[in-house]
């Protein structure tokens, strides 16, 4: 079998595009564009997802709203649900919903709640400008973004339509959010155990 | 001799007491606190250097000046006595517009403008104690990066509070009012890093 595979080059790729490709490599779609997800992220890209995943996780157990880590296929519409209509298909690290209308069984359709992306070495140009961009438009209500190797985390809240910035938080900070009403993220916690 | 170093649980040492101490060590003070300073990586002093080009260069023939680590800025709450001086930083980046705060030990009062490069791990004194004596003593744009990753965010102060823009990276043209006619590409600065 021929494998079907995306032009780096071309930008208006749909969704039904997406799903036609057959080859191994993971992609993402912002704005039509194909984006290749870095090669297998590093071992301290996926500690620190795993233990957000544990605290979030044991803070949702008999909660409305879900948690999902990537693979994990977040679709982003901007008028029309229908598959060749939607442009920005994205696999955020984690991704918190709770508007459950939005799951089916491909993923979400439309806007997580919270999204976390935890950058990786080098360029980072994606998550910071493209991603940023799509998610402020989509009405992502947060979008933190976690450095991995300096242990940062920086929470963009949506106010307004538009992204504010938090200041740089980091070990001993105890993190909050409207979201998740009384759960309380200890920094130290997500970068426990790193080495 | 004997050596004479801090006691790093003491927390009111003042500018006096920095300059007593012999150790080969470099440490900071931050409100009488002492916090030690760790040898910089390669990729730390490699974008330090290329920054410090790129501002050094705009500067020629302009009344600002730049300085880069080791370089002892104090930052005086009331007076500026040695004794009565509890902040004594050493930032990897500083720009100094208002003359008068340079004598020959370095800086004494709030510079214009602070960069400090990250390092691997733990970051809090950077983040949370220099973040604040920035802050309150009137260091009007504290710019960090993060190597590894390559971003910048700049901290402005608006109304005595910083302000923080969004996570920039290569691509991305940098501003300041603090130098008018300065453009920073961050693709030049995180290029060829490896």
């Known amino acids: 079998?021929?494998?079907?595979?995306?032009?780096?080059?071309?930008?208006?790729?749909?969704?039904?595009?997406?799903?036609?490709?057959?080859?191994?490599?993971?992609?993402?779609?912002?704005?039509?564009?194909?984006?290749?997800?870095?090669?297998?992220?590093?071992?301290?890209?996926?500690?620190?997802?795993?233990?957000?995943?544990?605290?979030?996780?044991?803070?949702?157990?008999?909660?409305?709203?879900?948690?999902?880590?990537?693979?994990?296929?977040?679709?982003?519409?901007?008028?029309?649900?229908?598959?060749?209509?939607?442009?920005?298909?994205?696999?955020?690290?984690?991704?918190?919903?709770?508007?459950?209308?939005?799951l089916d069984d491909a993923g979400c359709i439309g806007a997580p709640d919270l999204i976390i992306e935890i950058l990786s070495k080098g360029n980072n140009k994606k998550e910071l400008k493209n991603k940023y961009e799509v998610y402020e438009e989509s009405g992502v209500k947060e979008y933190w973004i976690i450095h991995p190797e300096e242990q940062t985390l920086l929470i963009n809240k949506l106010v307004d339509g538009k992204y504010v910035p938090s200041r740089l938080l980091t070990t001993g900070d105890e993190i909050t959010t409207p979201i998740l009403p009384e759960f309380v993220l200890n920094l130290n916690d997500v970068f426990d155990k790193l080495d």
């Open 1 to 102: 079998m021929e494998v079907k595979e995306p032009d780096l080059a071309f930008n208006n790729y749909s969704y039904a595009d997406y799903l036609s490709w057959t080859m191994d490599e993971m992609v993402e779609i912002i704005k039509g564009k194909v984006f290749k997800m870095s090669p297998a992220p590093k071992k301290i890209h996926q500690k620190i997802s795993w233990n957000l995943s544990r605290e979030i996780g044991v803070y949702l157990k008999n909660k409305k709203c879900q948690a999902f880590s990537a693979p994990f296929d977040v679709r982003l519409p901007i008028k029309s649900k229908k598959n060749e209509d939607i442009f920005t298909v994205v696999q955020p690290d984690i991704c918190i919903i709770c508007d459950l209308d939005k």
